[in-house]
């Protein structure tokens, strides 16, 4: 905003050599070093992206998404470097005000800021109040004991404390579903598995939910949701990382 001049920050490097050369490794080089800086930009648009590639579950729909959204990004710099020449009078014009919109830029993003953080705030003590309703509500209403695992159609919820019993101590296959409530992905994957669930009745389907069982996660490593876990005699068999489609998650436990 210009309120704190810090002059490390206020220096330009001239880049330009008397040569008229463009070499082509230099230009790569910073072409690259763009796309770096420019990563966490991107990087949420991305993986919205990819999202939606896997939701369509269709290769070709998912390279269709991929290349509009890389024309979408490269279009743009492609018209500039076109109408580069013909554009250095409006960037004179921008830059005399360049002072006024670095201050207005400044503003904005404080506001956003703010906004970010109250709504941090208060959602998380909203989040917090709520959960303390629901458990006090439960308590009052508990007339007796609720047993451990919560059926889910036909896929157990398990935890910490009925894990070894459910799990390690099955004398059939288990398929073990790591999710979380706030997980896009695992919303996707969850209907599919409760699908194969209802066709397998040889193997015993769970489902853990990783903000409850901390310490199962750690056990079993899983750093990326939905993490899908096949075991046989308490060992495990196979892991699937990500959302994977019905047929993939079949040849999984065959």
Do not use: R
């Not at 800086?37 to 949420?44: A, I, N, Y």
């Not at 998404?65 to 004179?92: C, E, M, Q, R, W």
């Not at 790591?178 to 389907?205: L, T």
């Amino acid at each position: 905003m210009g309120a704190i001049s810090i002059n490390i920050f206020n220096k330009n490097i001239d880049l330009k050599k008397k040569s008229d050369v463009i070499s082509f490794v230099k230009s790569f080089a910073f072409g690259l070093l763009f796309s770096i800086s420019w990563t966490p930009c991107v990087g949420v648009f991305l993986s919205s992206a990819l999202m939606l590639i896997m939701e369509k579950q269709d290769l070709l729909k998912g390279v269709s998404l991929i290349l509009a959204y890389s024309l979408g990004l490269g279009i743009p710099f492609i018209i500039s470097a076109i109408l580069v020449d013909n554009l250095k009078g409006t960037f004179s014009a921008i830059k005399k005000h360049y002072s006024v919109i670095e201050k207005i830029s400044g503003v904005v993003l404080i506001i956003i800021g703010c906004y970010m953080l109250c709504n941090g705030i208060y959602g998380s003590v909203a989040q917090n109040e709520f959960k303390e309703m629901k458990y006090t509500s439960n308590q009052s209403n508990q007339t007796e004991p609720t047993p451990i695992v919560q059926k889910y159609g036909v896929v157990n919820e398990v935890d910490e404390s009925n894990f070894e019993e459910e799990v390690i101590n099955s004398t059939s296959p288990v398929f073990i579903e790591f999710y979380a409530d706030w997980c896009g992905p695992c919303k996707m994957v969850s209907p599919i598995v409760e699908e194969i669930a209802s066709e397998y009745s040889d193997i015993k389907f769970v489902k853990v939910n990783v903000d409850n069982c901390p310490n199962l996660s750690d056990k079993y490593q899983i750093v990326y949701i939905p993490t899908l876990i096949f075991m046989k005699n308490g060992e495990v068999v196979g892991k699937l990382v990500g959302y994977s489609n019905k047929e993939k998650i079949e040849d999984f436990i065959k």
